[in-house]
């Protein structure tokens, strides 16, 4: 495919992705297949040939849009959509063209840039104290991770490397394995399963949090918890509070949890993936209120 080509079937798929979108609603959400659908349909190993762009594009509707969840659908309630305008179609599609890989400033000084801004633009959109921003001198700074799961994979593990320093230091004699061994994380039992799956990989402890009535943890919960723990000879280090819980989109007491993680040097983490760009509305930031004292929000 040379440049002229591509100019051409770009237009069709352009046309293509704005009748989908237009006749989206038509489609079934959910497609009526089982798993292991697709194996039969094409073939096991790659042509040795090219094949024709048309015979390409004819599997997509033959082959693929059979199996696919239309989560851009007015009927499709489940998880958190995005990227479904046309002007993010467009930067996509600009993106895909660049094709930098921003790992690293001089890898690509705009992308990185660009990234530092527009993450202070989201946090300055959503009401984040200034210490969450990076700004012209600022310490704080958004990172685009590649899901949430990931993020909070990260924050603990920048959690426990905190802990660990600190406690050495404390303690010279224990090594970094008797640390390890004693260290536990927190979450609520409403929280999604990425915490947990954060903490296996983590290879740390966690323990839920039972929720009250209205499936929020509140303070007296956490620190019930925290008081065992500690007599137990474990090291409490990490709390995720969750802003929008994925089972019923309920809110943790982010004002009673606040001081006691800050109290205790525990490291607070917020997931905000559900519910986070609410907070672009004012009469809903009343729900962040207490996030000052948190270390990470995502």
């Not at 019923?248 to 009673?256: G, H, R, V």
Request: charged content about 25%.
């Amino acid at each position: 495919m040379d440049a002229a080509e591509f100019r051409k079937r770009g237009k069709e798929m352009v046309d293509y992705i704005a009748d989908y979108l237009e006749k989206i609603d038509k489609r079934p959400v959910f497609p009526d297949v089982e798993p292991g659908y697709l194996r039969p349909l094409i073939p096991d190993c790659a042509p040795k040939d090219p094949e024709s762009f048309e015979d390409v594009f004819k599997d997509i509707e033959k082959i693929i849009m059979p199996g696919v969840t239309h989560w851009h659908s007015p009927y499709f309630f489940a998880y958190f959509p995005a990227a479904s305008s046309f002007p993010a179609l467009l930067a996509d599609m600009l993106c895909g063209g660049i094709g930098c890989v921003g790992f690293s400033w001089a890898a690509s000084p705009a992308c990185t840039e660009l990234e530092t801004v527009m993450l202070d633009w989201l946090g300055k959109m959503i009401n984040l104290p200034k210490e969450f921003l990076a700004g012209k001198v600022g310490q704080g700074g958004g990172v685009i991770q590649g899901s949430a799961s990931e993020a909070t994979l990260i924050s603990l593990l920048a959690a426990r490397t905190k802990i660990i320093r600190r406690v050495k230091m404390e303690k010279p004699e224990l090594t970094e394995a008797d640390i390890m061994g004693r260290l536990v994380a927190y979450a609520s039992d409403q929280a999604h399963s990425s915490v947990e799956r954060a903490a296996l990989i983590g290879g740390v402890k966690i323990k839920s949090i039972p929720s009250d009535d209205t499936f929020s943890v509140c303070g007296s919960a956490l620190k019930k918890v925290l008081d065992v723990d500690k007599a137990s000879g474990l090291i409490p280090f990490f709390f995720c509070a969750t802003l929008g819980t994925t089972p019923c989109c309920s809110f943790d007491k982010l004002l009673e949890l606040g001081p006691i993680c800050n109290k205790e040097n525990i490291w607070m983490h917020i997931d905000a993936a559900y519910a986070g760009s609410a907070f672009i509305c004012p009469e809903f930031r009343h729900l962040l209120n207490g996030v000052e004292v948190i270390e990470f929000f995502s």
